[in-house]
Antibody, heavy 120, light 110 residues
Framework: QVQLVQSGAEVKKPGSSVKVSCKAS????????ISWVRQAPGQGLEWMGR????????NYAQKFQGRVTITADKSTSTAYMELSSLRSEDTAVYYC?????????????WGQGTLVTVSS | QSALTQPASVSGSPGQSITISCTGT?????????VSWYQQHPGKAPKLMIY???NRPSGVSNRFSGSKSGNTASLTISGLQAEDEADYYC??????????FGGGTKLTVL
């Protein structure tokens, strides 16, 4: 049974960067894909991108291209999502979830979420 | 990639059935049987309810079912219960090799 545990809440200044971690336990980390999904306050879900740890390949939604970097450390079974040039509109809960390939095109399970607040 | 279209809200009485629609295009919903549905209670992470259009993960009640016709997928909940009150989101793989979610539907159990 895969479980995903994310890092704690962050408060950042506009223009800065944030890096959120997602540590996996159970299963074989390298064998599955981790996606990142965000949810602004009172809004819907938005897929940001994914990484396939065994290949070290990441793909991103066009909206976030150039501003987001998703990485994975197989030695610690941890995925990371770094978002740069933060603005107020990036205030959201950021979730990691297993999934995001054509063979596993759903998202399950999800991490508990990390609230990132961007405020001056 | 535009978000999939869901009704903002639906409601039903306990014991009734409701259906939530999720409309996309031939580049996402209509092009692949890769539609999934998620339930989200306030302050909680989403939970997978349906995958590959109509498959239920282990542990999900058989009151939840999914289907698809053309560019529109649907989630049906039968025998509504108070605990079903939540937000529901659909998701689809797309021809751009990315995933897209619907805007979400708030289900109210009257």
């Amino acid at each position: 049974q895969v479980q995903l545990v994310q890092s704690g809440a962050e408060v950042k200044k506009p223009g800065s960067s944030v890096k959120v971690s997602c540590k996996a336990s159970g299963g074989t980390f390298s064998s599955y894909t981790i996606s990142w999904v965000r949810q602004a306050p009172g809004q819907g879900l938005e897929w940001m991108g994914r990484i396939i740890p065994i290949l070290g390949i990441a793909n991103y939604a066009q909206k976030f291209q150039g501003r987001v970097t998703i990485t994975a450390d197989k030695s610690t079974s941890t995925a990371y999502m770094e978002l740069s040039s933060l603005r107020s509109e990036d205030t959201a809960v950021y979730y990691c979830a297993r999934g995001g390939t054509m063979m596993e095109n759903w998202f399950d399970p999800w991490g508990q979420g990390t609230l990132v607040t961007v405020s001056s | 990639q535009s978000a999939l279209t869901q009704p903002a809200s639906v409601s039903g009485s306990p014991g009734q059935s409701i259906t939530i629609s999720c409309t996309g295009t031939s580049s996402d919903v209509g092009g692949y049987n890769y539609v999934s549905w998620y339930q989200q209670h306030p302050g909680k992470a989403p939970k997978l309810m349906i995958y590959d259009v109509s498959n239920r993960p282990s542990g999900v009640s058989n009151r939840f079912s999914g289907s698809k016709s053309g560019n529109t997928a649907s989630l049906t909940i039968s025998g509504l219960q108070a605990e079903d009150e939540a937000d529901y989101y659909c998701s689809s793989y797309t021809s751009s090799s990315v995933w897209v979610f619907g805007g979400g539907t708030k289900l109210t159990v009257l």
